[in-house]
């Protein structure tokens, strides 16, 4: 049976059979999960009806805390309802959610899951959040791709309701809830069977209802207390099997099969990765990679993490295990390991003392810390850490990725490394200013190739923390198979690269990421024979030695001949088509046209008009550059900051604002987060 495919981001996703699933949606923005509730919103103010026919209600508070209250009162009034949060906004919602498990009241809140703030803010991944509520009594599961975050956000909202215990779904943010790829949609028909309005029904009548009533919310002394926090013991021990049967109904209804720890590997594997989260692609890609060459790997994918189903975890082991490595992408101070490893630990010796696991001997039982505040996790990597696993001491409390210099920590890796997923897609990269228009081009471009060939896609987009008026940088790739590469396309791996602002061409290294034989597409304002001149030389040898063809356009002067002003995202978008020939030049038009009525119809005719005017302009705007054999530029990249500068600025902040934090080690880094006046 053929299935509708969308192209979609991970917010979109979980967002959709949010909307779709509840009856009140109580929110509260908060960067990376603020996309869903203003999708809800968007949809409930456009009439948009559940799957009951009614038209949810979104209750925007003043606080996550506010949310929370607000969603407990719904939940004790017996209706559906649902939030969307990450970060410290998860963490003013705590004393809510105790409430709400121990009240065994259905939920699902949906997490995109981010850094805490600690010695700074960061608005980027990692799990640290969803690991300060593992105490609450939530349920945790998690998803690894946009197609997850809509299958698992379904499979979280049948088994909440069969289960009584409210669910955290939580994905990675920006690195999932803002990554756009072409998934199967989860349709009504499916969402129907998958939820017993038997369960709905049971909701509705536990309500607080003076028809009914009950006393709920009382205080107890310590004759009761404790007994009544063992009651729920029995709900708990069950959850593990209610979930599985969610995932293996879904699977009868969709062919997408899921388990609560799903192993990916050889059979005979002697060296496992346990992780979640996007995490999970890479390793698996990884794995896949490097099996073809005789090794013996694999990868546990955990998909519920609370409850903890010990037995399930050690039993998705292969027998032949030797060593394990459990990566959290969380930092737990002062602790003697994070708290996935610590739980795998548990497990490991819980079920080797009695007897259950499959083991000749109990492997060894390594951890480290992975990708925290969104820091990359690459193929490279992961080879780093079953490298490490082969050694007869492998380090265990182990960070890679990072250069710990002053503990030690760390653990080498070759970042040349690839897989054959660099040589199977095509990698596009796009430089441009934040508001420019640049990153919804290319949201655009994606969902034209997804949705406009055969071919899988991925969109991701790099957005300095400052937003509007800082780089942006969107990382596309599309190719035949599906996609699991969750990092950044590396050096030498694009086939195609964009600058649409010709400032960066001092500032930025961009073609360190081109592939030799790639193209290179500037917009500037200079004429065709004065480009080659206004290139620093470094980036001139460049595209010499690495054979590019350099392509330009002036989009601003087609943007202002075709009445768009300064806007020149479409005037761009259209020359990524030309160039890349991903479509024919007529349907990618066409397709492009389509768009702009889609995305500006409300806005007039006049503005539809600009638009295809600077499409159709931009076609013969496009101009190849002839590059001579030698580079001839006098213009040389300017040091970051003056030579007089002090030392931190010199040797950290430079290092920042030349795009090379990513290799300061650790000791250059203040411990209490305090840094200098106007550093």
Not at 138 to 164: C, E, K, P, W, Y
Not at 313 to 341: F, Q
Not at 350 to 361: N, T
Not at 548 to 558: G, H, Q, S
Request: glycine content about 8%.
């Amino acid at each position: 049976m053929s299935r509708r495919t969308i192209t979609i981001d991970g917010n979109e996703a979980a967002a959709l059979i949010a909307h779709l699933t509840n009856e009140v949606v109580a929110i509260y923005p908060i960067t990376p999960a603020s996309p869903m509730g203003e999708h809800a919103d968007a949809w409930s103010a456009e009439g948009k009806e559940n799957l009951w026919g009614t038209v949810p209600r979104i209750i925007e508070m003043q606080s996550e805390g506010g949310a929370a209250g607000a969603i407990h009162g719904a939940l004790q009034s017996g209706a559906l309802t649902t939030t969307f949060t990450a970060s410290q906004g998860l963490l003013l919602m705590l004393p809510n959610m105790y409430k709400i498990a121990g009240e065994l009241s259905p939920t699902v809140f949906h997490i995109a899951s981010r850094s805490l703030a600690a010695q700074a803010l960061s608005i980027f991944c990692d799990h640290s959040d969803i690991m300060a509520a593992r105490g609450t009594g939530f349920a945790m599961l998690g998803a690894n791709s946009v197609q997850q975050v809509m299958d698992m956000a379904l499979i979280a909202q049948a088994a909440t309701l069969q289960s009584r215990v409210p669910i955290l779904h939580f994905f990675d943010g920006f690195r999932t809830s803002h990554e756009i790829a072409r998934i199967e949609e989860v349709d009504e028909t499916t969402t129907r069977a998958m939820l017993d309005e038997e369960l709905i029904a049971a909701h509705r009548a536990r309500a607080l209802n003076p028809e009914h009533p009950v006393v709920r919310g009382t205080s107890q002394n310590p004759d009761v207390y404790f007994q009544a926090r063992e009651s729920v013991n029995p709900y708990y021990l069950a959850m593990p099997q209610i979930v599985q049967q969610c995932m293996d109904r879904f699977a009868t209804l969709t062919g997408r099969s899921y388990q609560l720890f799903e192993y990916t590997g050889a059979d005979d594997a002697e060296r496992v990765m346990i992780l979640m989260g996007s995490g999970v692609e890479t390793a698996i890609e990884t794995v896949e990679e490097l099996n073809h060459t005789d090794e013996k790997l694999g990868v546990l994918a955990v998909r519920l993490f609370r409850p903890f189903d010990a037995a399930s975890c050690i039993a998705a082991l292969p027998a032949t295990t030797r060593a394990i490595a459990v990566l959290d992408r969380s930092k737990e101070p002062g602790a003697d390991g994070e708290p996935l490893y610590k739980d795998v630990a548990t497990a490991l010796m819980q079920q080797c003392a009695a007897g259950k696991a499959p083991f000749k001997q109990i492997p060894k039982l390594t951890g480290g810390r992975y990708g925290l505040s969104s820091k990359e996790f690459t193929p490279g990597m992961v080879k780093g850490v079953f490298d490490e696993l082969n050694r007869a001491e492998p380090k265990n409390s182990f960070t890679i990725g990072i250069d710990d210099d002053v503990t030690h920590s760390s653990i080498a890796w070759d970042p040349l490394f690839r897989t054959a997923a660099t040589t199977r897609t095509v990698n596009a990269l796009f430089y441009g200013l934040g508001s420019d228009g640049t990153v919804s081009a290319n949201k655009n471009s994606i969902k034209i190739i997804g949705e406009c060939t055969d071919l899988h896609a991925q969109g991701y987009f790099v957005y300095d923390s400052k937003k509007s008026g800082a780089v942006t940088v969107s990382h596309l790739r599309f190719g035949p198979q599906p996609i699991r590469s969750t990092y950044l396309i590396g050096d030498n791996d694009a086939q195609f690269v964009a600058c649409h602002q010709s400032i960066f061409l001092e500032r930025y290294d961009m073609l360190d990421k081109a592939a030799v034989g790639g193209t290179f597409l500037l917009n500037s304002e200079k004429p065709v024979a004065e480009v080659w001149l206004t290139l620093p030389r470094k980036m001139q040898q460049q595209i010499i030695d690495k054979k590019l063809r350099l392509f330009v356009i002036d989009a601003y002067r087609i943007a202002a001949d075709s009445g768009m002003g300064r806007r020149i995202n479409t005037i761009m978008q259209c020359a990524f088509f030309v160039l890349a020939e991903l479509l024919p030049m007529d349907q990618a038009i066409s397709a492009m046209k389509a768009a702009v009525e889609k995305s500006y119809g409300k806005r007039g005719g006049k503005i539809i008009k600009s638009n295809f005017a600077a499409i159709d302009a931009s076609v013969d705007g496009l101009q190849q550059v002839t590059t001579p054999e030698q580079a001839t530029s006098l213009i040389e990249k300017p040091p970051t900051v003056a030579a007089e500068a002090p030392p931190f600025i010199q040797q950290v902040t430079a290092e920042i604002i030349a795009g090379r934090g990513d290799q300061l080690p650790v000791s250059r880094m203040p411990a209490d987060g305090s840094y200098p006046n106007g550093s």
